[in-house]
Each structure stands twice: as structure tokens, then as C-alpha cells.
């Protein structure tokens, strides 16, 4: 189920994915970012205890996706950002799933 969900965005070097909330143990927090990167470093996230799904981009000035999960017990889930190595416009999002 669904449970929270939280969108931003901004020009930085840290894409920062907003908190939300998991309302039940186990919940599975996704963060998703895209902008206009010139360099992504596929694997990493730069957020501990996190698991990279993809950090992407396939010529300089093309769009980038990168996607990262974990799981969280009940209560705030905290906001964390994407270390990138330039600025960028981007979005972000913060998506919850509870059990």
C-alpha cells in the first residue's frame, strides 16, 4: 500500500529527496531523481544503508535517473539527497510502501 509520498526540486549539487512518513514496519522507501547531469557515477547514492537501482546517463548533457531504496520501521523517514559531481536542475521524489 501507498502510504506517503513527497516531491521537490532545485539546482544543486545535492539532490535532496524530501522526508515523508512509514506508517508500519518494513515499509520500502524509495527515492527517485532526474536532471541534466554531465557525469553520473552508475552504483552509487551517497546514502547510507541505501541501495542503488541505477544512477545513469548516456551522453553529457542528456537527462539523468537515478534510484535508490531501503526499508523503514514506523515513524519519519528522513530526508537524504544524491551526491552529484556538478550542479543540476532536477526532481526528486520520496515514495512510501507499507506493508
Request: aromatic share 6%; no cysteine.
Amino acid at each position: 500500500t501507498l502510504t506517503g509520498f513527497a516531491t521537490g526540486d532545485g539546482d544543486a549539487q545535492l539532490v535532496t529527496t524530501p522526508a515523508s512518513v512509514a506508517v508500519a514496519n518494513n515499509s520500502l522507501v524509495l527515492r527517485v531523481m532526474a536532471g541534466k547531469i554531465g557525469a553520473v557515477v552508475e552504483g552509487e547514492t551517497n546514502m547510507p544503508g541505501h541501495i542503488s537501482i541505477v544512477m545513469r546517463r548516456d551522453a553529457s548533457d542528456d537527462p539523468a535517473v537515478g534510484m535508490a531504496y531501503r526499508s523503514y520501521n514506523t515513524g519519519v523517514v528522513p530526508e537524504e539527497s544524491f551526491s552529484l559531481p556538478a550542479k543540476t536542475k532536477f526532481a526528486a521524489a520520496t515514495v512510501v510502501f507499507s506493508p
